[in-house]
């Protein structure tokens, strides 16, 4: 597990049923690229999330298959449709098979 | 100047080798285009991109893609090393056909992004964007 991840995520607090709202998500990740080479010249290895999925009560709201050339620090911003209260649920997929969840309630109101 | 034999060989090899190797360079982006899309025709209306002129560090470009009807986004940087970038795929609950993020650029190139409609039709688009890695702006 790459060290000192920690996904950030922002879901406004309410929305009204059946509105569009914007969602931005920012994880802290190196996403070594597996192109960079350390100073002995020796090719540092690939580490990087490949995949980040957004889900809003089980059902998918985005799945992105990302590959080595997302920068470090993977942002995305998307919207999402919310027809009924209840919470978003983010999870990223790393090279080395963890993955790192994030949930984030929304009201109707 | 008066060309030898071996002169005008030379020549040739260094031409041949111009025009072969800018299609080498792009035949794995048209391959991954063409798997995305099973080798259909690609249209040229349907999908945005929207990514700075002039990025001044190539570490981080914020792109953006937007294709309404669209149920997946493939994005290619076309001068990396690997090509590939990200493939968007929108779920039930997605809000809109529009995601933005930020990339890494190897150099000056074209990004290309390519729309799968729910129509089952694709549509392609592509941007030119320089890039300034020595990040004085020059």
Redesign the interface.
């Known amino acids: 597990m790459a060290s000192g991840v920690k996904p950030r995520v922002k879901v406004p607090k309410s929305a009204a049923a059946g509105e569009?709202?914007?969602l931005k998500t920012l994880i802290s990740h190196p996403m070594e690229?597996g192109?960079r080479k350390d100073k002995d010249g020796n090719v540092i290895p690939r580490s990087i999330i490949n995949r980040f999925t957004c889900?809003?009560n089980g059902?998918?709201?985005?799945?992105?298959?990302?590959?080595?050339?997302?920068?470090?620090n993977?942002?995305?911003?998307?919207?999402?449709?919310v027809?009924e209260a209840g919470e978003f649920t983010f999870t990223w997929y790393d090279d080395d098979g963890s993955t790192y969840t994030e949930t984030k309630p929304i009201e109707i109101g | 100047m008066r060309l030898t034999r071996r002169d005008t060989f030379g020549l040739a090899l260094g031409a041949m080798a111009l025009t072969v190797l800018p299609f080498r360079a792009n035949a794995s982006v048209e391959d991954m285009i063409a798997e995305f899309t099973g080798g259909a025709d690609i249209g040229d209306s349907g999908v945005d991109l929207t990514a700075p002129e002039i990025a001044e560090n190539g570490n981080t470009v914020p792109i953006s893609v937007d294709a309404p009807g669209a149920s997946e986004i493939l994005v290619l940087a076309a001068g990396n090393p690997t090509p590939a970038v990200a493939t968007f795929a929108f779920g039930p609950l997605a809000g809109s056909r529009m995601a933005s993020t930020r990339i890494r650029l190897a150099g000056t190139q074209e990004v290309i992004a390519v729309a799968k409609l729910e129509d089952g039709s694709f549509a392609r688009t592509a941007k030119t964007v320089k890039v300034t890695i020595g990040g004085c702006g020059g």
């Open positions: 569009v709202v914007t690229s192109q889900d809003f059902q998918n709201v985005i799945d992105v298959k990302m590959e080595p050339a997302i920068s470090t993977p942002y995305f911003e998307f919207e999402a449709l027809p």
